[in-house]
């Protein structure tokens, strides 16, 4: 098999969806990728994850959600309450779209900022 690029991998994720996962994972990605211009694609544990001095998120597709795992999501501030799922842990936090869920781009977008600043911050 030929290899292909982590950016290939994903395109190649949201095109076999071809339902409204597709559309909702490619408009994450969008904000993911414009959050900040450190932001890289990485493909980890079979699915499209973004890094930025270390993992900001992974994404991960069910039958009837799209999920955002932040595996340092206990330590961001979430002032809109983004955060969703896996809120018990301890570390990680998640967020589940569901095929009706609205989202906040801009209170999404400081998020992704905060894990930036988080990563950085810890890579110091």
């Known amino acids: 098999m030929a ?3 982590p950016s290939q991998q994903i395109d190649a994720k949201i095109a076999a969806l071809g339902d409204w996962r597709a559309d909702t994972l490619k408009r994450l990605r969008r904000l993911i990728l414009a959050a900040d211009a ?4 990485t493909w980890k544990w079979d699915g499209p ?3 930025c001095a270390g ?6 597709t069910y039958k009837a959600k799209v999920k955002l795992t ?3 999501g206990a330590a961001l501030e979430d002032p809109e309450g983004l955060f969703n799922a ?6 990680r936090r998640a967020i589940d779209f569901g095929p009706a869920d609205e989202l906040d781009e801009a209170a999404f977008q400081a998020l992704v900022r905060a ?3 988080h990563n950085r911050a810890k890579a110091k």
């Not at 450190?38 to 694609?41: D, K, Y």
């Open 3 to 5: 290899h292909t690029s």
């Open 38 to 41: 450190g932001v890289l694609e």
């Open 70 to 72: 932040f595996p340092h």
């Open 86 to 91: 896996s809120l018990e842990g301890k570390v």
């Open 55 to 60: 993992i900001l998120c992974t994404g991960e």
């Open 49 to 51: 994850a973004w890094e």
């Open 115 to 117: 894990a930036v600043k």
